[in-house]
């Protein structure tokens, strides 16, 4: 496989040190691992920490800055960051208000935020924890107890980080983040398996003409595998699994993500087809994301993640932010 790498062993590295080139409003530690905006800590204001293993851009480094995380920690690709990344991250952002900790839920990850936050309280720092559990497709899978946590994500991240900078307090914060989880639900197809660099060739066998309905982003199995199907049948089948899990009675969000190689004009086809499936069960959309945001690596593919909004929770899903990977109303 070729990729645009100098050797496995400091793809992680390389990045950061690129990401901290292009995004001088970051700290970016490359030697400890931890993107933190430049200003934090800010007083005053309850501190965002999330991470997880590398491969999935801009998710999370992408999405540190003002209106959204204050810090994230990247591990090793499709590895869960260790405690004492999490506990270097709280330390440089905490400001007094309290640190939220946003965990997808992936074992590792789990278990790592848990140690973590046990050495943060040890060290003063106080810490809430919500765990993002949003896909429909499996209950448990090779990573997680549970259902896995993915496209929701970025929703919880989004509206608790504009809670977060308006100055609402922790128990503030944390309950609309788990708020966001609690509403949303998502569904994910690859059309083709992804390359781990380490590995240098595809992680799962995938048959040409097949796709995996419910895929997870580590490359995970889902539901079943079928022969490919068109664009609206793939969005039929997400949307029947989605809505079969949730019964939206107020507006919903709607995260139409590429899972890292599907190009834009497909990402926009499938929207499409989406949005008319919504339209037909009487699902109203307030606002709509189509773009890579939660991928895995260079594989094929899409998932669908819809949260059912409020007001409020709409209003601070409007409210700026400005990350290298999500920025508006600035």
Same mark, same amino acid.
């Given at each position: 496989?070729?990729?645009? @790498? ?47 293993? &590398? ?11 003002? #209106? ?18 999490? %506990? ?8 007094g208000a309290g640190v939220l900790f ?5 074992? $590792? ?15 003063? @720092?106080?810490?809430? /924890? ?27 991240? /989004? ?20 708020? !966001?989880?609690?509403? &949303? ?13 380490? /590995? #240098? ?17 580590? $490359?995970?199995? $889902? ?15 997400? @949307? ?8 939206? &009675? ?26 008319? %499936?919504?339209?037909?069960?009487? !699902?109203?959309?307030?606002?709509? %994301? ?12 899409? &998932? ?10 709409l209003r601070l899903w409007d409210a700026?932010?400005?990350?290298? #990977? ?5």
């Amino acid at each position: 496989m070729k990729m645009l @790498i100098n050797v496995a062993e400091t793809v992680v590295a390389d990045a950061l040190r690129g990401m901290a080139a292009a995004h001088p409003e970051l700290t970016v530690d490359v030697e400890n691992r931890v993107v933190v905006r430049r200003d934090a800590p800010v007083a005053g204001r309850v501190a965002l920490v999330s991470g997880g293993g &590398s491969g999935h851009e801009p998710l999370h480094g992408g999405f540190v800055g003002p #209106g959204m995380l204050s810090a994230a920690c990247p591990g090793e690709v499709f590895t869960s960051p260790v405690p004492d990344q999490m %506990l270097r991250a709280a330390a440089a952002v905490d400001s007094g208000a309290g640190v939220l900790f946003i965990v997808k839920n992936y074992t $590792g990850d789990v278990l790592n935020f848990d140690m973590a936050a046990e050495l943060a309280e040890d060290e003063g @720092i106080q810490i809430a /924890k919500v765990l993002v559990d949003d896909d429909v497709a499996v209950t448990d899978s090779l990573y997680t107890a549970g259902r896995r946590g993915t496209g929701a994500t970025l929703f919880v991240e /989004k509206i608790a980080g504009a809670a977060a900078e308006e100055g609402q307090p922790l128990e503030r914060v944390e309950a609309l983040a788990r708020q !966001v989880n609690e509403n &949303s639900r998502s569904f994910g197809v690859a059309l083709s398996a992804c390359t781990t660099p380490a /590995k #240098g060739s595809p992680t799962f066998d995938l048959p040409a003409g097949e796709l995996e309905l419910g895929v997870g982003i580590h $490359g995970e199995p $889902g539901r079943e595998r079928r022969a490919m199907m068109t664009s609206g049948e793939i969005a039929d089948f997400a @949307i029947h699994a989605i809505l079969d899990d949730m019964t939206p &009675s107020n507006p919903v969000l709607l995260l139409v993500n590429g899972m890292g190689a599907t190009p834009l004009l497909e990402l926009y086809g499938f929207n499409a087809e989406v949005h008319r %499936l919504l339209a037909q069960r009487g !699902v109203v959309v307030a606002r709509t %994301l189509v773009g890579n945001y939660v991928t895995s690596l260079d594989m094929a593919g899409a &998932s669908v993640t819809l949260c059912q909004v409020d007001e409020e929770l709409l209003r601070l899903w409007d409210a700026p932010v400005k990350t290298a #990977g999500l920025r508006w109303g600035v």
